[in-house]
Structure formats: structure tokens, C-alpha cells
RNA sequence: UCCCGAGUAGCUCAAUCGGCAGAGCGGGUGGCUGUUAACCACUAGGUUGUAGGUUCAAGUCCUACCUCGGGAGCCA
């Protein structure tokens, strides 16, 4: 049964007894037959309109699904003549009768009885009718939503969100806030952005000149956060499976289609498991992401496949059909070697794989998911536990058509003294990691976890090819808007 | 940050060899009895990214800068 919502209540109280029921488009399309024929109360924004003397189309869009409903009004309206001229954008309050549509592109209509104009949109909105650039609409975060690619994307992402926690929590694993604020200066993931409370002009100092960070308002020195892995590691320790879903901030002057300053990131660790555990479980995952999405946003699926990526629905049903590839680094470099492509990069044993090969590898040799494993651990983290060979380390990448890198992630080094040697190795301070080695030190275990790019998930499920265009505010180098 | 490319009407784009600044959409006005990016007619709309330079003459050539886009690095 539908309900007002509480903040509708009182418009309902007022005109009760004349008033039909009001409905969202998604009701009335979900379940037609309960509505055919009867008179409906709507409310939403105009998306498109056609007017000729005596009568007019509307394309009212009201946010609870991806298509509009058609209503056609006619003169009798007493306002007619102003409704004639709503311009796109024109928020509305509607009543009318839900018929089958006598038009061809959509199966029912509203006949409006009566449509009262409640915000009219001035006639300089910049989302006009017709075809924008996605470069002219990332200047416009806050209007462009109402277009139907950004529709599509934004309600995807919320589904996306749902999709994460629904997975791990029906395996029961526990989600963990990892802080947004961090004290750790740097794990190897990247430039951070500082936090602080008090201005550059006047910073305090010590006797010695140097800036006396005790001053901060957390008493040290603050940072974003640019991965929750390390703080999530000490909770898998006592809750066994456990993730992290929140935003992650990396500084870099990054000017690329798939990174971000500020994204959203899930990390999963999970207890008395190794490698082969984790990447089972990252298969599982893309695969439930997958399939929710095509199974709760099936029109707009269907919309990306037709207008962003002609391919996607078909590649995303193939990667829930298929086992994901596997292979080590070293086979990684092998099949390079030996693929008679001409590289920009060499492919050297030791070299970090670089874009054209990992699109090779996702694209040419296997066009679909696929693992990559057991780096050399000069091009690894410190934490990554090492192979028995002492060159590599227990790490996996996996690698995506399109988008390249999804996931990155390894198993643990959970061998105190080998950690400790890394993490000198690595020339890291020690002293500021005693927390973590703790870990190793009360009742160390195996583990393994790996971090999954929301966006660039999302970039996948949807086929949009820049990062800029999954995030409802895009944070990138030179913008921070709205 | 590096390498390419592009900045012309609100938006998307034209403008030939350096020679009068153009169109479609959107806006405004009028017309049209079932439209689907509706259609038809008329109309308004410009410091050609910024600052210099070359030239009788610069949207067009040169220099610097800014912004955006594509690619690369960093990574998720």
C-alpha cells in the first residue's frame, strides 16, 4: 500500500476529499492494471514538451524511475495557455487519468485533468532539448543529473552501493569505518592530502624552526586517508571477515579517465586465507555486482547498451558465464614476449606492467576478467606476503577490459620478522607501525584482502568511459565544484 | 607532471590562400487537432579563451599563459 510520506501529509489533509491518490510514475508502471483508467495525483519535472493550438505533450520525469510518463493536456485546461509554455526543468503537481497511450513509444499516459506550474524553470536552463557533451555537462554537476545518461549513472551507483553491502553481509562479513582522518604518513598508496587546523601564515614552531605539529587540534599531524586496509587488518583479526566501503582521497595530479581525487573504495580482508581464497571471493563479488544491477536497473542497462556501449550487456553476461583467467606475472611477461606486439614499453621481468599490456592481456589474449599474480616485490607493497622464490610476492591485480585495473589486492605478510625486514627494506618508519605489527604479534593468522575502485566498477557495469562522469561531484586536479 | 589536440552565439559546430562573423539546436513571437530530439515561418543573440606580436588587413600566422579533451606516469 502506498503512504504519504510525512512531509506530503499535509498537502494531503487539506484537499482530501477531492484529491486521488498520489502516486510516483514507478507505481503507476510497476503495477498498471491497479491504475488503468483511474484518476491520479503525479508530481515531477518536466523533461521535454510538444505543443501545438489546442492540445500538448509533457514528458514528466519524477526521479523514482529512468522513464517518463507522457501526459497530454488539452484546452480545457483553464491555465492552458501557461502550460503551454512550461520550459524544461518546470516542476509540476499533476492530476489526471492513467490510460493506455494512443502513441507508439509508450504504452500508457496521463490524460491531465488539471497541472498546476509550482517552480517554472527560467528559459536560460542550460540542459536544453537536445544532445550535450558529456565536457560541457561536467560544468554544470548540479543540473546535469536531470539528463538521462547521468540519471542512469547516478541510480546504477546507488544500486551498486547496495549491491556491495548485500554481498559481503549475507556472508556475514562485518563492516568496519575505518577513519577518514588518519595518523599513518603514508603506505606506499600514494601522495595525501593534509589536514589541519591551523593556517599556513604563523604556524607554530619549535625552538629548532621546525613546525611543531603537537599544536594540531588532533595533537600530531592529520592526513586524508588514502586506503583503510592497514586499520581494517586489526579488525578481521578479531571479527574474522570483514570490509570497508568509504571515501578515499589520493593527492596526486593524476589527469587521466580513471582517477579521481576523491573515490570510493571497498576493502575486504578475510581471516585463514590465502591468495587463491581472495580471488575467489573477488570473482563471487563481480559477479553479484553484475547481476544485480542487470537484474534491479533494467532499463537503464538497457539504455547504456543502446546509446554509451553497444557491446555491454552482452560482455556482462559473458562474464558471469565465464571462470575468470589466472596467471602468474612471470607467464604475464611470457605471453608478451612472445605475442610479437609491438610495445611502447619493454616487457622486462621486474618492469611494472604498464597499460598497453595489461590491455593486452584483458583485451587481446583473454577479452575478459582476468588475474594477474605473484609480482616481483620491488613493484609491490610491504605488506604483501612473500613467496618462497624471495623475488615475489603473494599479490594479485585484476585486470578489466576497458577500464584496465578494477581490483588490487594480495595475501598478507603475516611472518612478524619478515614484515619488519620490508618495511626496512622499504625504508618506512617503523616506530609509527607498531600498531600494526601488534597484529603479527598477538595471535598473527593468514589473511588476505584487496581493494575494489568503486568508480571504476561502476565505469564498468555502466560502460561510461571517463571517471569524471560516475561521480556525482567529481574532485580532479583544477576541480572541486559545487 | 610529460606528449599531442582543441578553445568562434546559451549548446553543438562551420568559416577555402590572411580579405564582409555563419548554420542547426536552444530562446522570443506567430502558426499547426496525437506528438516522440514534433513540425512550419519570422526574430534577437558575437570583445572568436587571455595577453602580446607580425600585417594595409588576423577567427585564421608567431610567442607566452589559461582551460578543456585524448594519451602516458602514479593507482583503485
Not at 523533461?47 to 526521479?63: C, H, M, P
Not at 556475514?172 to 577513519?179: A, C, K, L, M
Request: proline share 5%; hydrophobic share 40%.
Amino acid at each position: 500500500m502506498q503512504c504519504a510520506m510525512p512531509w506530503q501529509y499535509k498537502h494531503r489533509t487539506e484537499t482530501m476529499t477531492m484529491q486521488p491518490k498520489a502516486l510516483t510514475i514507478k507505481e503507476l508502471m510497476t503495477s498498471p492494471q491497479q491504475y488503468i483508467d483511474q484518476e491520479v495525483a503525479l508530481s515531477g519535472w518536466v523533461r521535454t514538451a510538444r505543443v501545438s493550438k489546442n492540445f500538448g505533450f509533457i514528458e514528466l520525469n519524477d526521479g523514482s524511475m529512468f522513464k517518463n510518463l507522457q501526459l497530454v493536456f488539452e484546452d480545457q485546461l483553464t491555465n492552458f495557455a501557461d502550460i503551454a509554455k512550461v520550459s524544461i526543468g518546470t516542476s509540476l503537481q499533476v492530476r489526471g487519468v492513467f490510460v493506455k497511450s494512443l502513441g507508439a513509444n509508450q504504452p500508457y499516459e496521463v490524460k491531465a485533468t488539471g497541472i498546476d506550474i509550482v517552480g517554472m524553470a527560467t528559459p536560460d536552463n542550460p540542459i536544453q532539448k537536445k544532445r550535450h557533451t558529456f565536457e560541457f555537462l561536467r560544468t554544470i554537476p548540479h543540473l546535469r543529473l536531470r539528463t538521462n545518461t547521468y540519471m542512469a549513472v547516478f541510480r546504477v551507483r546507488s544500486l551498486l552501493a547496495q549491491a556491495i553491502h548485500e554481498f559481503f553481509q549475507k556472508q556475514n562479513f562485518v563492516y568496519v569505518h575505518t577513519p577518514i582522518i588518519t595518523g599513518i604518513d603514508a603506505e606506499g598508496a600514494g601522495e595525501m592530502f593534509h589536514v589541519s587546523t591551523i593556517g599556513a601564515e604563523n604556524y607554530p614552531r619549535k625552538p629548532d624552526g621546525s613546525l611543531d605539529e603537537s599544536q594540531e587540534l588532533l595533537g600530531r599531524q592529520t592526513y586524508l586517508t588514502v586506503s583503510g586496509q592497514l586499520a581494517v587488518e586489526a579488525f578481521c583479526m578479531g571479527f574474522r571477515n570483514v570490509y570497508t566501503f568509504g571515501p578515499t582521497f589520493r593527492a596526486e595530479n593524476s589527469n587521466t579517465a580513471r582517477h579521481a581525487n576523491e573515490f570510493w573504495m571497498i576493502e575486504p580482508e578475510i581471516a585463514f586465507a590465502d591468495l587463491q581464497d581472495n580471488m575467489n571471493l573477488a570473482e563471487a563479488m563481480m559477479k553479484h555486482l553484475i547481476s544485480y544491477v542487470l537484474e534491479n536497473a533494467p532499463d537503464e542497462m538497457a539504455f547504456f547498451n543502446s546509446f554509451i556501449d553497444k557491446g555491454l550487456l552482452e560482455r556482462l553476461q559473458g562474464v558471469l558465464n565465464a571462470k575468470f583467467q589466472t596467471m602468474t606475472y612471470t607467464e604475464a611477461i611470457d605471453i608478451l614476449q612472445k605475442s610479437g606486439e609491438q610495445f611502447e614499453y619493454p616487457t622486462e621481468w621486474g618492469q611494472n606492467l604498464q597499460t598497453e599490456h595489461e590491455r593486452y592481456l584483458a583485451e587481446k589474449t583473454f577479452n575478459g576478467p582476468v588475474f594477474v599474480t605473484d609480482y616481483p616485490k620491488s613493484i609491490k607493497a610491504f605488506y604483501m606476503r612473500m613467496n618462497d622464490d624471495q623475488k615475489t610476492v603473494r599479490a594479485m591485480d585484476l585486470l578489466v577490459p576497458g577500464v584496465g585495473e578494477i581490483i588490487g589486492g594480495s595475501q598478507r605478510e603475516e611472518r612478524f620478522d619478515l614484515l619488519v625486514e620490508r618495511m626496512k627494506e622499504e625504508g618506512l618508519p617503523v616506530e609509527q607501525y607498531q600498531w600494526y605489527l601488534d597484529i603479527r604479534k598477538f595471535g598473527t593468522f593468514p589473511h588476505a584482502g584487496y581493494g575494489l575502485g568503486f568508480e571504476r566498477a561502476l565505469m564498468y557495469m555502466t560502460g561510461m568511459k571517463n571517471i569524471r562522469d560516475v561521480i556525482p561531484y567529481p574532485r580532479t586536479p583544477n576541480n572541486a565544484m559545487c
